[in-house]
């Protein structure tokens, strides 16, 4: 009997509905049932995949609470991400806020908690190690128990808000992949968005920027940061990276920034008008911050004999390299 394909959500937005509904179709198609009290697994992550696998086509997720197999009587709890719980304090605030007489807020925390996440939902299935099949037959292995299956909360319209089930598409770890080496040679978001999208996954601008291969020096951080104002301000840049290659294997060890190029587009009109056949000065200043960096100034006049700032450079060092990449 054949059935008709999956679909996601009529609200699902449009572009996500073509990977949310592929996901969803290259399930085992059992997956998509209601679990059930008594489903027999081989191991805890196939169990975990087909609750997940569930979960993903009806809105919600799932999270692995409990369990281990080394316990004497193993048994795995798994709720809804929306349980009581769920809310992830770091900073080990205080549950609720405190006040004293004067109604003096003296709990770290501020603000009731309003996150999404907390919503109480009962939602309840587990995963016994027990003795399966006919009494005394002593074959073991773990059942599913469903304790409730009732939900606090509407369904997502689309599954893909959920870190959890994200993570589990085809194409993320490629994509996260290639985020990181774009993003470890300084590339910017809107320049790294385009390969993304034709990588069929976009990330945001922030989830981007978080991602990192290793955690960067300081003096890094601090290029890396320029690089995210520059962008954020509507500024043009370009940078010169140079490669440390191991001698032995070829291999690049380290790409170190050399120099960043910048100009607000503003600037670049200038340019173009009065610069381009006529003058342009360049000089360097040191010693402008505690990073040592030469400071590259571009200057050009103006038809009112007023100079302006073409555009500026941060370089390593006032080489010849530094003056050529600026042409
Ligand atoms: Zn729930």
């Given at each position: 009997m054949a059935t008709a394909p999956w679909t996601a959500h009529p609200h699902c937005p449009a572009h996500l509905r073509g990977e949310v509904e592929a996901h969803v179709r290259a399930l085992?198609?059992?997956?998509?049932?209601e679990p059930l009290s008594g489903e027999v697994f081989d191991n805890v992550e196939l169990c975990k995949e087909r609750l997940q696998g569930f979960a993903f086509a009806q809105g919600f997720a799932i999270t692995q609470q409990s369990g281990s197999?080394?316990?004497?009587r193993p048994r795995f709890d798994f709720q809804c991400?929306?349980?009581?719980?769920?809310?992830?304090?770091y900073r080990k605030l205080e549950k609720h806020v405190e006040r004293d007489e004067e109604d003096?807020?003296?709990?770290?925390?501020?603000?009731?908690a309003t996150t999404i996440?907390?919503?109480?939902?009962?939602y309840l299935i587990y995963l016994a190690f027990k003795q399966i099949g006919k009494?005394?037959?002593?074959e073991f292995g773990l059942v599913l128990g469903v304790k409730d299956s009732s939900y606090s909360h509407s369904m997502a319209?689309?599954?893909?808000?959920?870190a959890e089930h994200k993570k589990a598409l085809s194409g993320y770890q490629m994509t996260l992949d290639l985020g990181k080496s774009l993003r470890s040679a300084y590339i910017s978001y809107s320049a790294a968005r385009r390969v993304l999208e034709q990588a069929g996954f976009p990330l945001d601008c922030k989830g981007y920027y978080n991602l990192r291969y290793r955690a960067l020096s300081a003096e890094k951080d601090e290029f890396a940061g320029l690089v995210v104002a520059l962008e954020d301000a509507g500024f043009v840049f370009e940078c010169r990276m140079e490669e440390e290659i191991d001698?032995?294997?070829?291999?690049?060890?380290d790409t170190q920034l050399q120099q960043i190029w910048f100009a607000h587009p503003d600037q670049i009109r200038y340019a173009q008008r009065f610069i381009t056949g006529w003058t342009l000065f360049v000089d360097s200043t040191f010693n402008t911050n505690a990073r040592n960096l030469v400071l590259l100034v571009m200057a050009g006049i103006t038809n009112y004999n007023r100079t302006f700032v073409a555009a500026l450079s941060f370089a390593r060092s006032e080489s010849k390299m530094s003056f050529d990449f600026i042409f």
């Open positions: 085992p198609p059992a997956f998509l049932n197999m080394k316990q004497a991400i929306y349980h009581e719980n769920s809310t992830r304090n003096k807020i003296t709990s770290r925390r501020k603000q009731e996440n907390a919503r109480n939902c009962p009494r005394g037959s002593r319209v689309n599954p893909l808000v959920y001698q032995q294997s070829g291999e690049v060890v």
